[in-house]
């Protein structure tokens, strides 16, 4: 087995191309590097260097182990960190999410999950959750999309429905539920992270304006004393933000979106191996999702 800082050695000088720039950036002698690179040609039998006077490169065949080192450092080093993250999974259980949603709720009923569980701070994208789940960085994840595979599965936790807060003056508040088509024109205010709900309303509402608030307390004091329109769901009631906001704003009406595309399934992934240790989370949240 070649050992990892022969690789490093061979890496770095192929990306710098000189024995005193692999060394200085390794921190190590000149000599020491000299000596590694002899000894990666006599381990793997292979003619690694061409030497000419004050001159040293890769052969073809170098530039080849070069590129099969880099790859070999890589995978070290996921190897490394998926039993650290395995052993890490063991003692907290982790939550992600790519829709805010679920980690909101997940929030609400904090006291009642078990005393190592870590929720996400913010919604990432589905591909990163996945690949997270993968890697043992999170034990549990969300999405707005089923997964079945031979090591992940999904448990569908309820559907998240899309509503919009208008004043009760506009002539659509006086409606029992409007549609995307409706708010035609309209200027929104809006969370930043919404996930997938982002590119639903700019797909579904024609000519609309977002403006997008990375903050959610800035986005409650803007809609407390402006007139902008804002989107809210049925998990809303569990937001520490929101509740605020409605009452600070009574003027508003809540009108849910009959849009197929304002209805929003929920699903639970999670590494089958997992299922055990994640299933009583699953309940608790299945149990508190709201209609």
Known sequence: MIENYLLEELVTFAQTGTLAKTAAI?????????????K?????????????????????AGKLAAKEAAALLVAN??????????????????????????????????????VNTQIAAASQ???????????????????????????????????????????????????????????????????????????????NIPNAKFFYQEERAALAE??????????????SAFDAIVPQ????NDSRVCLPISDAAAQMPIYAIYLRSAKNRVQPVISQLKAVWPD
């Open 125 to 203: 994208p589905e591909e990163q959750v996945v690949a997270g789940l993968k890697n043992n960085d999170y034990l549990l994840g969300f999405s707005n999309h089923s997964l079945s595979t031979e090591t992940i599965d999904s448990q569908l936790i309820g559907t998240e429905h899309l509503a919009i807060n208008l004043n009760q003056f506009m002539f659509q508040a006086n409606q029992a539920a409007i549609t995307f088509a409706e708010l035609k024109d309209f200027s929104f205010v809006v969370p930043s992270d919404i996930g997938p709900w982002r590119e639903i309303i700019q797909a």
């Open 222 to 235: 803007i809609t407390k004393y402006a007139d902008f329109p804002y989107f809210s769901t049925n998990i």
């Open 40 to 60: 990666l040609e006599t381990d793997w039998g292979v003619h690694l260097f061409d030497r000419q006077p004050n001159r040293l490169s890769l052969t073809p």
């Open 77 to 114: 080093h996921q190897a490394v960190k998926r039993v650290r993250n395995f052993e890490r999974s063991q003692q907290v259980l982790t939550i992600a999410a790519s829709i805010p949603g679920p980690l909101i709720a997940l929030n609400h009923i904090q006291s009642e999950l078990p």
């Open 245 to 248: 906001q409605a009452k600070a």
């Open 26 to 38: 390794l921190n190590v002698t000149q000599p020491t590097v000299t000596r590694g690179m002899q």
